[in-house]
């Protein structure tokens, strides 16, 4: 059993069973043909769909996908995840963070944050260039920012420090 909830709240439990898949205990029959990498067609109701898996971060079990054009974003919590909101443990396994290190060597374009400020997980927080590529360093947790390490125009090395939190 999944439950599986949108941006704006709407929540549905799915049971995937050996034949059918049952979407809040109602059979959910449809027809899926990959049609590309991460690109599927389907057929519903008599109705033709294009989606799209854009982003999947496995780890926070959370997906994006394009439907027809427009974009859905969805978490899904397992069997396990509903028995920790259960028993109230459900930030049992928050991340605290630490610091933010260079996932690899480049040059400090611009920097988002300042200390004292409060960020949240996915929040921009640095720009770094690498291989003549603009990579967006993101929170990986949410928290404040103690001391920034690094100045803009400076060059890092992979696993260098970059923030504290």
């Not at 050996?18 to 029959?29: C, G, R, S």
């Not at 109701?45 to 969805?74: C, M, P, R, W």
């Not at 990579?135 to 949410?142: A, E, Q, T």
Request: hydrophobic fraction near 40%; glycine fraction near 4%.
């Amino acid at each position: 059993m999944l439950q599986v909830k949108t941006a704006n709240d709407k929540i549905w439990q799915v049971d995937i069973q050996k034949d059918a898949i049952l979407l809040n205990e109602t059979p959910f029959n449809w027809d899926i043909t990959p049609i590309g990498t991460n690109t599927y067609h389907i057929i519903h109701n008599y109705k033709s769909y294009t989606a799209e898996l854009v982003q999947a971060d496995y780890q926070a079990k959370a997906f994006t996908f394009k439907i027809n054009g427009v974009t859905h974003t969805l978490s899904v919590k397992d069997q396990f995840d509903l028995l920790l909101d259960k028993l109230g443990m459900s930030n049992a396994n928050a991340q605290k963070v630490n610091d933010v290190k260079a996932p690899m060597p480049g040059l400090i374009l611009e920097i988002k944050v300042q200390p004292g400020q409060e960020v949240k997980k996915g929040d921009p927080i640095m720009i770094l260039e690498a291989m003549k590529m603009e990579n967006i360093l993101k929170s990986p947790g949410d928290g404040v920012v103690k001391e920034i390490k690094v100045a803009v125009k400076q060059n890092v090395e992979k696993n260098q420090v970059l923030i504290l939190f």
